[in-house]
């Protein structure tokens, strides 16, 4: 096993201070989260954790965010099931901070999987703007869209294209996002993390990917847009290096400020190379100087000289969505008494024969684009009828008037989101699809029948919960 000392020596000439860099690395990472203000007000949120023994402390530089120490199971209470709160390390919360979404905008998440800076996009541009997040691996998909979901986005169009060649319209959006695959050294700090150092051989397999990447988001960027190109490593070869050979005449790297955080300046030369001078307004977080991960972050203004893109997708195919009639959306209404003339809010897509999605008007997707989800699936056509969705009930719960399960303890509750069964007599409910609340909590979607209700909530949620 390589120590750290080993691994980081190349880097300690970069660092202020080589031993607290060093020490940091030794030290375990505090939990961060925010909460998610379509959900739950801060102190709600708040006041559930600390009655759980967990006690948040703001983080001052972005609003809304906060940190625990010794929290070892984040992601098993009742408010990260019902989408109250999202967790993200904290020094990753400055992609989006340097992006600077405004209300309406439109913006590319150019490999958005897990979907946090996505959620923190979406958030800020507002239930009129729209957020396009593409993401490469197939087998990561399923969790962008989770996030998503869970956190109620409906302006989110999902996309399975290589970022390289993603056949987005070029020129037309107004910030595009590039959270690079990178070497990831900047994460050992995070529970369970282990370094092992990148063969050289992979690290200029990662920098070629990181440089076509970014080409690709400054020609999608509209003139005067904006790019902002993140790395969870320490590495220059994948940082500056990558700035240096593919800005060209197309975009600068321009100088940012995000209150209440140290950082360093990009590095202006590397092993004897010298990079373009603008790559020093680039930050470079140490673990050391705010107690996090180590985050690379450039804010790069797009030029109006012409980038011609490669827009070539590489699958022949592409999952089809449809306008959907409204079977779907007035069983669902009739289900749960929902009002048919609230629907007339949203815009409704159908996926094949069994799968309905829901999505604000303004969302669809575009032609020979891989989509992957466009909105928020609403129900799904089964032997039984429409099966709504957990997160479509979590969404429109406020909303939802009939067919309501309230549990009535702890006890029951923990059966419902380990996935298990139960005896329970609901008095006035037709036997079929109900919502499943607790307490203030929308939890998801159960089958009630014959004196027993059943949690369909999908198996990636069933938890065990504190």
Known sequence: MVSLEEAFAQYLPLVDD?????????????????VNPLKAQPETCLGYLRGLGVFPEPVGWFPGAYRVHGWSRPGATLPFLAGWYYVQEEI???????????????????????????????????????????????????????????LGLLHVLVTWEDGRFAPLPEGVWDRVLLDAPCSGEGTVRKPGGVFRPAPEGFRRQLQALQKKLLQRALALTKPGGLVVYSTCTFSPEENEAVLDAALGDWGFVEPFHLPGLLAAPGVATWQGKSFREDVVHAKRFWPHLNNTGGFFVARIRRTDIPLSGDG??????????????????????????????????FRFWQRGNRLFWVALPHLQPFPGVGVEGLGMPLVQRTHRGFKPKTFALQYF?????????????????????????QNFLAAGITPGYVLVRFGPFALGCGLYARGQLHSLLPKALQMQVD
């Open 18 to 34: 080589p031993s607290a860099f060093l020490q940091a690395l030794r030290s375990p990472l505090p939990v961060s989260f925010w």
């Open 92 to 150: 990753a919360l400055t992609a989006v901070a340097a992006l600077a979404p405004q209300a309406g905008e439109k913006i590319v998440d150019l490999c958005a999987s897990p979907g946090g800076k996505t959620a923190q996009i979406a958030l800020r541009v507002g239930p009129e703007g729209v957020v396009v997040a593409n993401e490469a691996q197939m087998d990561r998909l399923s969790g962008l869209r989770a996030t998503i979901d869970r």
């Open 312 to 345: 070539r997708s590489h699958r022949k195919t592409t999952p089809y969505f449809r306008p959907a009639g409204w079977d779907a959306v007035d069983a669902f209404a009739l289900r749960f008494g929902v009002q048919p003339e609230f629907f007339k809010h």
């Open 397 to 421: 719960a406020p909303w939802i008037q009939n067919s309501v399960v309230e549990l009535p303890d702890q006890k029951a509750c923990w059966r419902f989101v380990s996935g298990q069964s």
